[in-house]
């Protein structure tokens, strides 16, 4: 997608930008921790599948349908890696794109997320062009469902036990939000 020559996305706090070898160890740091696995649906990758799945985050494809593109979130000040943020194309012809965040517990409460998120809608709305950005979450997740509401998505749905994991049922939230909605939110 040509969108993506527009990256590194920046902010005065924070660098979003496809993820390197170099990013491995912090990378690792977090996606080792039960508490991010908590709201994720599957248990903590062992050390192969983990290798897989940075190796798929080094990849900036967003042209097909399932593709995801993952930004590596950096901390300006400290050139730390403090999380993730995705846009996955969800419908190619209708211009719907999933977002989805994992940020490392110990840089919780200062807003990251919050920030790499709002960044991430300008670079799909603007650059990408698509029409509809959404995100579904766990409703028990206070954190992601802060961050969305902060950002002033719409909750479209509340789905009941529709998912399964480790033999729990659990709900999902749908929050979305539209281009249109997105530009007359500027002052965020």
């Not at 996955?88 to 794109?97: D, G, I, S, T």
Request: glycine share 6%; hydrophobic share 40%.
């Amino acid at each position: 997608m040509n969108a993506l020559i527009c990256l590194p996305i920046i902010s005065e706090r924070l660098v979003l930008r496809p993820f390197e070898p170099s990013d491995r160890p912090d990378y690792d740091a977090y996606h080792t921790r039960p508490e991010v696995y908590r709201f994720l649906y599957t248990p903590v990758p062992e050390a192969d599948v983990r290798a897989e799945q940075f190796a798929a985050a080094m990849s900036t494809c967003l042209e097909e349908d399932g593709d995801t593109l993952r930004l590596a979130v950096i901390r300006r000040d400290a050139s730390a890696l403090v999380g993730e943020v995705l846009l996955k194309m969800a419908n190619k012809a209708a211009l719907q794109e999933e977002v989805g965040y994992i940020f490392n517990p110990t840089y919780a409460g200062a807003g990251y997320a919050t920030e790499a998120v709002r960044m991430m809608l300008g670079f799909g709305f603007r650059q990408c062009g698509f029409h509809r950005i959404f995100a579904r979450l766990d409703p028990l997740n206070a954190g992601s469902v802060g961050v969305v509401e902060r950002l002033r998505f719409r909750r479209e749905a509340h789905l009941l036990q529709n998912d399964r994991f480790d033999g729990t049922w659990g709900d999902e939230f749908i929050y979305a939000m539209l281009k249109t909605e997105w530009e007359d939110r500027q002052g965020l």
